[in-house]
């Protein structure tokens, strides 16, 4: 009998696996995904970015002979104690509570190997970090989470958290299961219950406020410190402006794929900018206010390596920050625990569920057991390897483009491989002179 | 008693000066005049000492206190007292929002009102009220006490942890997980030690006490609709 010849089955772009599974587990739960880490969707970054390097009109500085300075400060502009950093990429905050404290401790150890700072997170200053880490900056976040003058005295600078990529405009949630005594103890909640990190500090609103909120750290802390004010990717020109008018010594801008420890889905993939749309508006923001390398300003979200950093300098950043690339080198969803990966229902690489305290790579766990898993002096050792390559990695380019020192490199140094990348990062399509929105086009 | 004069005195010398003679532990007193709403008065002091501010502050009044004892002879600005660690802080007029925002020690004293959101998310302060206190107080409180002499504004202790309240008066309305509570010996003993340290007019048995159903306190999808 004669068939028709079947057609391959034809799965729907709209309803796509990953959708439909999503909404089997919603229906099935009735509750929205909860998961870790930062925005999973593609969007333009800085791999759409390439470097035009030296030619006729610019000259080369010869590789592992000429000098490449990659030194970086922060906090010239009011503090009595800027901190200088060896390079321009720094650990950003994550909490203790969140990680555990054998994850502190090989952050403040591999950042120091490196020369660079590491930050505290929403739940206090730890022992294993502040001991372990030369130059720690604690974060001043909505919750207060264990927050007390002595330990804003003995930060090496102070960033008062009023957004983040992930999330800008959201909360976070330590669910119970992680909550051990230690931790509830620095929070000064009881044990085992889920805890609200708050979306909004609890005693001021605005710029206006802010300011004054600087001016009472300041004096508190003898107007040694500098204060970093960190946002997320939402209006980058105007967060970055009022941060400045607020009294900022750094700006930190952080965009979405930047990471959280836990947040709904549907927030981290659909609020906020990536973060290459938000470096150009915030340096125009600085350049506008005749501020531009008085107030530095620190880039995060996706920052992979050392092109990642170059570029982002490129683009007018004086330093980056990074959090979800340095879990990974620590061990974070390696392969080598892929059988317990699977036993989770994940697989290597795709792990996000670390506010459910289970993490194989015994890292963003508060489970002794599986935190003993990492040992802190060989997890600071591959984060000062991993630091070394991307430094390195960084000053190639910058040779390459002719620059003695990291923060030569400018937009002039890059072109852009799609439509987006160029109107974002306001730099020409490559082939072009061109970006959408230039001015007299 | 050494006078610092804020009409002749930076806020960078006056607080420079008080954490100085602070941290000298000697129990020192100092009287700050012309203080004219200045910010950050006070702030981060560190030891035994007794400043008295002879007029009203702006924000952040005696912020992060530890064992000094700050009286404002006015009312307070915005966030007076916040996160404050331990000591006293005497506020003889009204203080304005935030009162004792965060804090997580000592006792902050309000002989007359304050604003919305007095002991916003507290962490251990006991803070006492001798007038009323604004709508969303306690707001996410999570340990310590708040007295209330007169009445409660709007939301109280709303999506309340384990800090407990006291109000004599009426209460406009009760936060999200905010429920009133049996007053056992025990508590009625803890409000009488209050009221007794606060120099408060009056009796543990006329106040009402609420605490938090715990009902929030593990996320439940069944609870949705409570926020």
Same mark, same amino acid.
């Not at chain 1, 880490?37 to 800085?46: I, L, S």
């Not at chain 1, 405009?169 to 103890?185: H, P, S």
């Given at each position: ?18 959708? #439909? ?12 995904? /909860? ?51 060896? /390079?321009?990429?720094?650990?950003? !905050? ?6 555990? !404290? ?5 952050? !403040? ?195 992979? #390596? ?81 630091? #070394? ?18 923060? #030569? ?33 | ?9 930076? &806020? ?5 000066? &008080? ?38 502050? *702006? ?40 009162? *004792? ?22 962490? *251990? ?30 939301? &109280? ?71």
């Amino acid at each position: 009998m004669d068939r028709t010849p079947p057609t391959e089955p034809r799965q729907s772009w709209t309803f796509s696996r990953e959708v #439909n599974s999503e909404i089997r587990r919603a229906a099935e739960t009735g509750i929205y995904d /909860i998961r870790g880490g930062g925005a999973k969707r593609r969007v333009p970054h800085f791999d759409d970015l390439l470097f035009l390097g030296a030619s006729m009109s610019r000259y080369p500085l010869e590789g592992y002979r000429e000098k490449c300075e990659t030194s970086v400060t922060l906090g010239t502009r009011f503090a009595k104690k800027p901190i200088e950093l060896k /390079i321009p990429i720094t650990i950003a !905050g994550m909490s203790f509570g969140a990680l555990s !404290g054998n994850a502190k401790e090989a952050l !403040g150890r591999g950042a120091t190997l490196a020369g660079t700072s590491t930050t505290t997170g929403d739940g206090g200053m730890t022992e294993e970090e502040r001991g372990h880490s030369e130059k720690l900056v604690y974060q001043y976040l909505p919750s207060r989470y264990g927050m007390n003058p002595d330990d804003l005295r003995r930060a090496d600078a102070i960033e008062i958290v009023v957004g983040q990529g992930a999330k800008p405009g959201g909360g976070g949630m330590l669910l119970g299961q992680k909550i051990t005594e230690r931790v509830a103890g620095m929070r000064d909640l009881p044990q085992g219950i889920d805890q609200r990190s708050a979306c909004r500090h609890p005693d001021w609103t605005g710029p206006d406020d802010l300011e004054i909120k600087i001016l009472e750290i300041r004096e508190i802390t003898g107007w040694e410190k500098p204060i970093y004010v960190k946002v997320g990717g939402a209006r980058p020109y105007y967060d970055t402006a009022l941060a400045v008018k607020a009294g900022a010594d750094v700006v930190v801008l952080d965009g979405m794929q930047g990471g959280t420890a836990a947040t709904q889905d549907v927030f981290i993939e659909h609020v906020g900018q990536p973060t290459l749309a938000c470096i150009r508006p915030a340096v125009q923001a600085l350049q506008d206010l005749g501020m531009h390398r008085e107030v530095q300003l620190v880039v995060s979200g996706g920052i992979r #390596n050392g092109a990642d950093v170059a570029k982002a300098l490129a683009l007018g950043a004086d330093a980056v920050s990074i959090g979800t690339a340095a879990l990974i080198a620590l061990g974070d969803n390696d392969p080598k625990w892929e059988d317990e990966y699977r036993k989770l229902g994940t697989t290597a690489g795709a792990y996000d569920d670390w506010h459910e305290g289970r993490d194989p790579a015994g890292i963003t766990t508060q489970d002794p057991e599986l935190a003993a898993r990492l040992d802190p002096v060989e997890g600071g050792r591959r984060l000062r390897n991993y630091l #070394n390559v991307m430094t390195l990695e960084c000053q190639t380019l910058a040779r390459a483009c002719g620059k003695s020192h990291v923060h #030569n490199l400018e937009p002039e140094d890059l072109c852009a491989l799609t439509m987006e990348a160029a109107a974002m990062a306001r730099v020409p399509l490559a082939g072009t002179d061109w970006w959408p929105g230039k001015p007299g086009f | 008693m050494t006078v610092l004069d804020m009409a002749q005195v930076s &806020l960078r010398e006056v607080n420079e000066t &008080l954490q100085g003679a602070a941290r000298a532990q000697a129990n020192a007193a100092y009287e700050i005049v012309n203080p004219r709403g200045s910010h950050a008065v006070a702030v981060g002091l560190d030891g035994p000492l007794s400043v008295t501010v002879k007029g009203s502050t *702006g924000y952040y009044c005696a912020g992060m206190n530890k064992d000094a004892a700050v009286t404002v002879e006015g009312s307070a600005g915005p966030g007076v007292a916040e996160n404050m660690m331990s000591g006293t802080v005497t506020i003889e007029g009204d203080a304005s929002q935030y009162a *004792g925002a965060t804090g997580r020690g000592g006792l902050l004293n309000i002989k007359g009102n304050a604003s919305s959101r007095c002991g916003i998310s507290m962490k *251990g302060i006991d803070i006492v009220v001798h007038g009323n206190i604004g709508h969303m107080s306690a707001f996410m409180a999570q340990k310590g006490n708040l007295v209330v002499l007169g009445d409660a504004g709007d939301a &109280l202790g709303d999506s309340l942890y384990e800090a407990q309240i006291f109000v004599r008066g009426t209460v406009k309305s009760l936060g999200a997980d905010c429920v009133e509570k049996k007053m056992k010996p025990k508590h009625l003993e803890l409000l009488a030690g209050l009221l007794e340290r606060a120099g408060a007019d009056a009796k543990p048995e006329e106040f009402k006490r609420y605490g938090s159903a715990r009902k929030l306190y593990n996320f439940n999808i069944d609870h949705s609709d409570a926020y």
